[in-house]
């Protein structure tokens, strides 16, 4: 049977892009399907945005530390409205730039929202195109029926719009999206309140993390309400109630509903689990005969990362001369938020089942906050397994975390040992040294039972 192409990809975000450029350069005819923007949540709504706020937000604290180092500033002052126009000139820059990338490697795009009509068949209005193989590269978006009424209340793609911030707000949410964007209006201007299910924002990070980004959270001046999410959100003429239970209310003007992402699944045409993710098996294959997924859709490692490894290693499979599979088991990650977080590897807990730990930890205050009097902490932990000496994790608060744990990254994909560590001589005056000087064992850590599997969650994946 002769197909239109021999690869379509539903998805034009960071993981498509990467998956159908790579197929083109193999030989494959190649079709990419998108109705929203070429570059997808990352480059537009997501990661780059987003960093580019953290950077506006750091000058806050860099205008207060540069007083103690001899400088004289007139008051600054933020404006939200000139930095949004900047952002929409960079990340339409940047969707150019997607665009040329995709016709240079030669891969049709294809504007409009398809579905699937059968294994190697997709609809695009009333286009029918067929494929040999067909690639699901949908992505999520933010949940917006977590809370009845939080619907009306902004999310993070919202907030990278707004002209004006409000001089007070509430989030709700205590996932790196929350936290992120938290810290992020606090040196803005804004008075936050944050309101979470747990005891401790960040979730499924080590509790070191944990601990520590309620601690830079609060230090920031932002208001913390653990297990405080509210029963319901309230429209009024002046902005949000948020209904916390026995009677109590509180009125915001802006409220950031930060409860988590769902995987953009719906009507599609395919089987979905309860958490309304596309299931595939290693080889990142649906139900379906000839239909893949990859990325957020999925809802097994949601990073851009690893949607762009998923989709190279694809395009690999399908059209080099040689499958492979990502290996999801130590993918690194950051936190956005100020001050920064990294980690790569388990936590603590996690690593602790099945065998036994050491535990190296160090807390400080970097040279450069202690100069001008400054509260702001560094914390480090190395996880070491204590029968063959292989570090197993590092995780890190502190400033420039996701660039150091980045190459650290390296040597723990490489297998290094606490050995190899301990051998490397320190750059210095560094805060990066302190993971080659730890010496002493903070604590050990007995092996626990390993858990038996657990059943897929329903519902939404939330991240507060």
């Known amino acids: 049977m002769t197909h239109d192409f021999d690869l379509v990809t539903l998805g034009a975000g960071s993981g498509g892009v990467a998956a159908s450029r790579r197929a083109a350069m193999l030989g494959a005819k190649v079709a990419i399907i998108e109705g929203r923007g070429v570059g997808g949540t990352c480059v537009l709504r997501g990661c780059v945005p987003k960093k580019l706020l953290m950077y506006a937000a750091q000058f806050a604290d860099a205008f207060g530390e540069a007083r103690g180092y001899g400088w004289s500033l007139a008051e600054p002052r933020f404006e939200m409205a000139r930095w949004a126009a900047a952002k929409a000139a960079e990340t339409s820059r940047l969707e150019g730039l997607y665009r040329q990338m995709l016709a240079g490697a030669g891969v049709e795009l294809i504007e409009g929202w398809a579905r699937l009509d059968g294994p190697n068949t997709v609809l695009v209005g009333e286009r029918r195109i067929t494929a040999r193989h067909v690639l699901i590269a949908t992505g999520a978006a933010p949940v917006v029926d977590s809370i009845p009424g939080i619907e009306a209340c902004a999310t993070s793609d919202d907030l990278l719009d707004l002209q004006a911030l409000p001089a007070n707000a509430a989030v709700i949410g205590g996932g790196y999206i929350a936290v992120e964007f938290a810290s992020m209006l606090a040196r803005l201007g804004v008075a936050v309140t944050m309101y979470y299910r747990d005891v401790l924002p960040l979730r499924g990070f080590d509790s070191m993390l944990r601990t520590a980004a309620a601690a830079a959270l609060q230090g920031a001046g932002i208001e913390l ?240």
């Open 225 to 464: 309400h653990p297990s405080g999410v509210p029963q319901k959100v309230q429209r009024t003429d002046a902005g949000f109630l948020l209904v916390l239970g026995e009677d109590r209310v509180r009125d915001f003007p802006w409220v950031l509903n930060a409860t988590g992402r769902r995987p953009n699944s719906q009507g599609l045409g395919l089987e979905l689990d309860p958490a309304g993710a596309v299931p595939v098996n290693a080889a990142m294959q649906t139900a379906l005969p000839g239909v893949y997924a990859i990325g957020d859709v999925t809802n097994r490692k949601n990073l851009t990362p690893v949607a762009i490894a998923e989709g190279r290693a694809l395009a690999d499979s399908l059209f080099g001369p040689m499958p492979r599979e990502v290996d999801l088991s130590r993918i690194a990650s950051a936190v956005f938020m100020l001050p920064p977080i990294a980690s790569v590897g388990p936590t603590e807990v996690d690593a602790a089942c099945g065998r036994r730990l050491k535990v190296f930890e160090t807390d400080f205050r970097p040279m450069k906050q202690a100069f001008v009097g400054g509260s702001d902490r560094t914390r480090m932990k190395l996880l070491v397994d204590a029968d063959d000496d292989k570090v197993l994790a590092v995780h890190m608060i502190g400033h420039d975390a996701p660039e150091i744990v980045q190459s650290l990254a390296v040597a723990l994909s490489a297998g290094a040992t606490k050995a190899d560590f301990d051998r490397t001589v320190a750059v210095h005056p560094t805060a990066a040294e302190e993971f080659v000087l730890m010496r002493e064992t903070t604590r050990e850590v007995p092996a626990s039972p390993i858990p038996a599997p657990a059943d897929a969650p329903a519902g939404p994946k939330m991240t507060s």
